[in-house]
C-alpha cells in the first residue's frame, strides 16, 4: 500500500461529501485500486483519520447511503467496495486527464491530488 491516499479531483469537484467522507472513499479506492479487499475496520479507519468512532460509523453510512460505496458480505465483516457510481466518477476524470495530456503533448502532470491523514 502505498504512503498516500488520492483524493480524485472529480470526487471532491463533483460530490457534496464532507472531509472525511472523501477521505474513507480515498481509503477504500485506494485499497480496490491495490487489488485489496478492505473490510471496513473501524479501528483502522480512526487510526488512519484520527477521527472517533462514531464519526468513522456515521461516514460509512453516509457513503453506503449516498451509494459512493457498496458492502458486500458479512454483517460484522463486510467487504466495502467503490460503487458503479464512484468508478464511473473517477473513469471520467481519467479520461478527462488522459484527453488534456495528449493535447498537450504529455509532458503536463495532471496527477490527482494526493492527501494524507
Do not use: C
Not at 473501524?42 to 456515521?58: D, P
Not at 495530456?101 to 494524507?116: A, P, Q
Request: charged letters at 35%; a positive charge.
Amino acid at each position: 500500500m502505498s504512503q498516500f491516499y488520492k483524493l480524485h479531483k472529480s470526487i471532491r469537484k463533483e460530490t457534496e461529501l464532507d472531509l472525511i467522507d472523501r477521505v474513507i472513499l480515498a481509503i477504500v479506492i485506494s485499497f480496490y485500486n491495490d487489488g485489496k479487499e478492505f473490510t471496513g475496520k473501524v479501528k483502522f479507519l480512526r487510526e488512519e483519520t484520527g477521527k472517533s468512532e462514531a464519526t468513522i460509523r456515521r461516514s460509512l453510512k453516509t457513503l453506503i447511503d449516498d451509494g459512493f460505496i457498496t458492502k458486500n458480505g458479512k454483517y460484522h465483516n463486510p467487504i466495502l467496495l467503490p460503487s458503479k457510481k464512484t468508478l464511473e466518477i473517477i473513469t471520467f476524470d481519467h479520461v478527462k486527464m488522459k484527453k488534456n495530456r495528449d493535447k498537450f503533448g504529455g509532458n503536463l502532470d495532471f496527477s490527482d491530488v494526493k492527501i494524507w491523514t
